[in-house]
């Protein structure tokens, strides 16, 4: 495995060289890339390390995004600090969902449409409250500075993100190797086994949902000063929280690369068939191939592209 | 950043041109040696408001096709515009990387977006970037409050629709001999909907308006059944219904009311798309009939107009250039404009053109284009149109009237033999 | 606390409800089968709509005959897709069957968008405008076609599963696939024909809907999420829960927030439940029943 280590950290050194040799628009798209690559490992703590698929991960983002706002805006604190006390919120909000979800049994279908509800809920509430802007959303004054989380240029923007996913990696190998990780492992594979073993699977399906809501939602920050206008209809929506889970699920769930190289292979792809099959004339060309391209790529990597590129990687990397 | 831009694509440009002419020969030369002036246009052309999106575009596009017939950019040597064209898909993240993208393949000036998040987004990576945007449609009245240096306003703002409208009420109110109306407004629950709900009650309130609000209803962008709605607004039994709309729910709207039949003396309404469509019309043939909608419209009297609404029916048979399309052109035509005077297509330059903007038109109700410090245009204008003998026309002002306006609506909608 | 308004309400949630309760059997009979969460079933509703608005156009014929050719059509669709795409997912985890059903709505929406267009559709048919009246009361009458028609295909459906030979065998294979292979029955043809007629109960119930409510290509999403709470709500496995289900949702979504706004007023609060959450009543009844009886009202075993 050692061979792995040394591809992945070449990876990364190339990644970080990279932004002396794009252009804008391009690094735009890899801030995309890490963006959901982090958002789509956060999902992956709870989704793929304890088999609860979660459809609603959008509503912590929001949290954390509308959190991070409100502390900016009322007490001047800066984003940076912000972050992690809206982190706390979110994982909060996640514990509640994982106690009914939990403590109640639900699994499968049952559970995606639990975790559909309370984001369809927080976000019909928040759409419904003045201070986050109700149906107007929140137009974020842009001042550009460390402190504010605001940038001029992408390249801070393109670090910060690539910063965010290296901590994802790092939080979850960290995990993996842990009692925790073990624990959550053990009883996505078989509940009933773990159970029976003595494993408290009800509280670490909790740390689980914890953490993940609280690695999701810390990407709000980033959304909020990036995007500059925040509003629940899309930024706690179903149609994100399906994007949020795409690459996850096409990369490999449940490791510890899988949502990285989802994203790296599906972000990509949205925009390349948006430039170059968007005509005029045939709007929505585009997102047709867009969806094709989802099931083909399903249909032929169904236990996730990182498993094939293993066995086509084994090889090399098995000496 | 920009320098090194500029350089890496005149290299880019170079090579290219080397390659094509070892290839090609000389034509290929000359041909690829033709001043162009690239101008991007983003628009909602997919997603949930892509009809208002695809129509925004074809403005937009039109603009660029006739200007470059009459000659293009006359200052840069009768440059052609070359527009590109962006698909936002009514998303924040999309409208970025799609502005991000047009600046890189060298548009020196964006329009569009319609929607007023995306506008936010791209306004404030246009600041970032320093390239100037001008804004066709898009009615928040925050994006100028951010004190903004390149993003220029056509459209009027919100605050603008809801004076005119207090003045076409009051002009109506006073001619009809009407004391007071009581009313009930509705609104989609969408940033467009809400926004322009809001600021017509707030105005009825401060100007202490004889319009008693008798109840103020909202329901969600993409609601599929209005009886709810409609049956707590006939059991409120008001005078007049202002509806602010979108196109789906305009329909939805009067059907219910003629379902069950709610007595209305009109319905007007503040300001909203829905009700001016041909499609709407073509749909509800009669029941459109009277319908009044305060908005920015083209002007029919106009004989840039005209001519321009002649050609744009016949390339898109059964439309017709309304608020959205008229304005999208009208952006375009104020880009270009800003083009000749500048003489070059520098950002700083074309932002002290747009800046000094003072562009005689007549094509959209209201005066010459020309913009506050804020880049608000100060000069845009809403005017009260009436659909009569299933045509939308304008009814007030006077001075830019084709008809005069019908109030009361002398037929109910269920008495329209429909 | 005004009765009559409420009343009126409550009766047009009812025959919507109906319509509802359509959609909803078809993704009942789809995900009782096959255990497959239907993320297209709304876009497949939408092109069921187009399919009866563009004979409206072309033929003149009124939608309440013609959702029978949606019907047809969206059976055609259904088998298709099944023998093509879900027939490989079947056995996939969970989450990989949620994929491609993903990329299959987006295929379904933007497609309509591209031959339709993308302006709202609403064609004046010959029902759509009339309605029934009795004192207080405005029936609506399309409503009221949708509903009657509905219940009837519904029960033709039940019927069908109940005493046809290819319905039994639809339901056996729907209890115990493993058994169902081992008879020998050729469980791909059931499973295609089954999502078909699945894929037909919602192509039926847009063309049904094509009076009531104007068309775009992008109003498929929220009758998915509705038909899952109806099915969940139903009991899974249990059509006539889904008809129920439908009814009690289509209820609730009308007159909850006005009742809601009434217990506020009641208890001295001075709050409006606006109509714009609605969707807040179905998801709330959704989760208290996943956490209190999650086989649904009439479902038997276990989901």
Redesign the interface.
């Known amino acids: 495995m050692k061979r792995l280590n040394i591809l992945l950290l070449i990876g990364l050194l190339i990644l970080l060289v990279l932004p002396r040799f794009l252009?804008?628009?391009?690094m735009?798209?890899f801030i995309?890339i890490f963006l959901y690559a982090y958002l789509g490992q956060s999902w992956n703590v709870l989704?793929g390390y304890t088999g609860m698929?979660s459809?609603g991960h959008s509503l912590f983002l929001g949290i954390g995004a509308y959190m991070t706002f409100l502390l900016t805006f009322t007490l001047g604190v800066s984003p940076w600090i912000g972050m992690w006390i809206g982190g706390i919120c979110a994982g909060v909000v996640g514990l509640v969902i994982g106690y009914?979800g939990f403590r109640?049994?639900?699994k499968?279908?049952?559970f995606?449409?639990?975790t559909?509800?309370?984001a369809?809920?927080g976000r019909?509430?928040f759409?419904?409250l003045k201070v986050f802007g109700?149906?107007?959303?929140l137009?974020?004054?842009?001042n550009?500075s460390f402190a504010n989380f605001q940038?001029?240029?992408?390249i801070p923007y393109y670090y910060i993100a690539l910063g965010y996913v290296v901590f994802s990696l790092i939080v979850v190998w960290l995990m993996e190797r842990s009692k925790i990780g073990r624990y959550m492992i053990a009883l996505r594979e078989d509940e009933e086994a773990a159970e029976s073993l003595g494993v408290d699977v009800f509280k670490y399906k909790m740390i689980a949902i914890f953490i993940s809501a609280f690695m999701t939602s810390l990407a709000g920050a980033f959304y909020t000063n990036?995007?500059?206008?925040l509003?629940p209809?899309?930024m706690m929506s179903?149609?994100f929280s399906?994007e949020i889970?795409?690459r996850p699920?096409?990369g490999g769930?449940g490791t510890v690369l899988g949502p990285v190289i989802g994203s790296f292979l599906i972000t990509p792809l949205a925009?390349l068939s948006?430039?170059y099959f968007?005509k005029?004339g045939?709007?929505?060309?585009?997102?047709?191939i867009?969806?094709?391209?989802?099931?083909a790529v399903?249909?032929f990597f169904?236990r996730g592209v990182i498993s094939y590129i293993k066995k086509a990687l084994a090889p090399v990397l098995d000496k | 950043m920009k320098e090194k831009m500029n350089r890496r694509t005149f290299l880019k440009y170079s090579a290219a041109v080397g390659a094509t002419t070892a290839i090609a020969g000389v034509p290929t030369l000359l041909r690829a040696q033709a001043p162009e002036i690239k101008i991007a246009s983003l628009q909602p052309v997919t997603g949930v408001i892509s009809d208002i999106g695809i129509s925004m575009r074809r403005g937009n596009q039109m603009a660029v096709d006739d200007i470059n017939a009459k000659g293009g950019i006359k200052s840069k040597g009768g440059a052609k515009l070359r527009l590109l064209l962006g698909d936002t898909e009514a998303k924040e993240e999309v409208a970025r990387s799609e502005a991000e993208k047009v600046i890189k393949e060298g548009a020196v000036c964006i329009v569009g977006p319609f929607l007023s998040g995306n506008a936010m987004t791209i306004a404030t990576l246009c600041e970032q970037r320093q390239v100037p945007f001008v804004m066709d449609v898009a009615a928040a009245d925050d994006i100028t409050q951010k004190g903004f240096k390149f993003t220029f306003r056509v459209f009027p703002v919100s605050t603008n629709f809801a004076n005119n409208m207090l003045l076409y009420m009051e002009q109506i109110m006073r001619e009809k001999k009407v004391s007071k109306i009581r009313g009930v407004v509705t609104n989609t629950g969408d940033l467009f909907g809400r926004v322009q709900g809001a600021t017509f009650l707030k105005f009825l309130k401060e100007k202490k308006f004889p319009i008693e609000v008798l109840g103020h209803i909202e329901y969600p962008l993409g609601i599929q059944d209005l009886s709810a709605e409609v049956s707590k607004i006939k059991a409120l039994k008001p005078d007049v219904l202002f509806p602010v709309a979108r196109p789906g729910d305009s329909r939805l709207l009067v059907r219910e009311l003629y379902k069950q039949r709610v007595q209305l003396m009109g319905i007007v309404s503040p300001g909203s798309p829905g009700w001016y469509e041909p499609d709407f019309i073509r749909d509800m043939k009669g029941l459109s009939e009277h319908i009044m909608d305060n908005v920015p419209w083209v002007n029919p009297a106009g004989k840039m107009f005209k001519e321009v609404n002649t050609r744009f029916g016949q390339k898109y048979p059964g439309k017709y250039l309304d608020t959205n399309s008229g304005y999208a052109y009208l952006g375009v035509l104020v880009i270009a404009d800003a083009l000749e005077r500048a003489k070059s297509t520098k950002a700083d330059d074309i932002v002290a053109a747009l800046t000094k903007t003072y562009f005689k038109q007549d094509l959209v109700i209201g005066g010459a284009v020309t913009f506050d410090k804020k880049g608000d245009n100060i000069n845009a204008d809403s005017a009260m149109v009436q659909i009569i003998g299933q045509a939308v026309k304008v009814v007030l002002p006077e001075r830019a009237a084709e008809a005069k306006y019908v109030f009361p609506m002398p037929k109910q909608l269920w008495d329209r033999g429909i | 606390m005004n009765v009559n308004l409420l009343i009126q309400l409550g009766i047009s949630g009812f025959l919507l409800g109906g319509v509802y309760s359509l959609i909803a059997l078809g993704l009942s009979l789809i995900f009782g089968v096959m255990r497959v969460i239907n993320f297209a079933h709304g876009e497949m509703m939408v092109w069921g709509m187009y399919v009866a608005y563009t004979l409206l156009l072309w033929t003149g014929i009124d939608p309440f005959f013609s959702f029978l050719v949606s019907a047809a059509v969206l059976f055609f669709f259904g088998y298709l897709l099944q023998r093509t795409i879900v027939n490989r997912i079947l056995d996939f985890p969970e989450a990989m069957q949620v994929l491609p059903l993903v990329g299959m709505a987006m295929v379904f929406e933007n497609s309509a968008r591209i031959i339709w267009g993308p302006d709202y559709l609403s064609p004046q048919s010959r029902f759509s405008l009339s309605s029934v009246s009795f004192g207080f009361l405005t029936i609506d009458t399309p409503r009221l076609l949708a509903f009657s028609l509905a219940v009837i295909i519904t029960l033709l459906v039940l019927l069908f599963l109940k005493k046809t030979d290819m319905g039994k065998s639809i339901r056996a294979a729907a209890d115990n696939r493993t058994g169902a292979l081992l008879v020998g029955t050729d469980v791909n043809k059931i499973y295609a024909i089954c999502f078909g007629i699945g894929a037909a109960c919602v192509g039926a119930a847009g063309g049904l809907l094509v009076p009531i409510m104007p068309l775009s290509p992008y109003i498929g999403a929220p009758f998915t999420l509705i038909s899952f709470i109806i099915v969940i709500l139903g009991g899974m496995g249990s059509l006539t829960g889904a008809m129920v289900g439908g009814l009690i949702i289509g209820v609730a979504e009308s007159i909850g927030p006005e009742l809601i706004t009434n217990l506020f007023h009641g208890v001295g609060l001075d709050l409006d439940f606006p109509q714009t959450m609605k969707q807040v009543v179905s998801f709330f009844i959704l989760i208290v029943i996943m956490l209190l009886r999650p086989q649904g009202l009439l479902g038997g075993k276990k989901g």
Not at chain 1, 23 to 26: D, I, T
């Open positions: 252009s804008s628009y391009v735009g798209v995309l989704t698929i459809l009914f109640f049994g639900l499968g279908v049952y995606v449409l639990l559909i509800s309370f369809e809920i019909l509430i759409l419904h109700s149906f107007q959303g137009f974020i004054a842009p550009f940038f001029r240029e992408n990036y995007l500059y206008y509003h209809g899309t179903m149609a399906i889970i795409l699920i096409i769930m925009e948006r430039t968007a005029a045939y709007e929505g060309l585009h997102l047709v867009y969806g094709f391209l989802l099931v399903v249909l169904p």
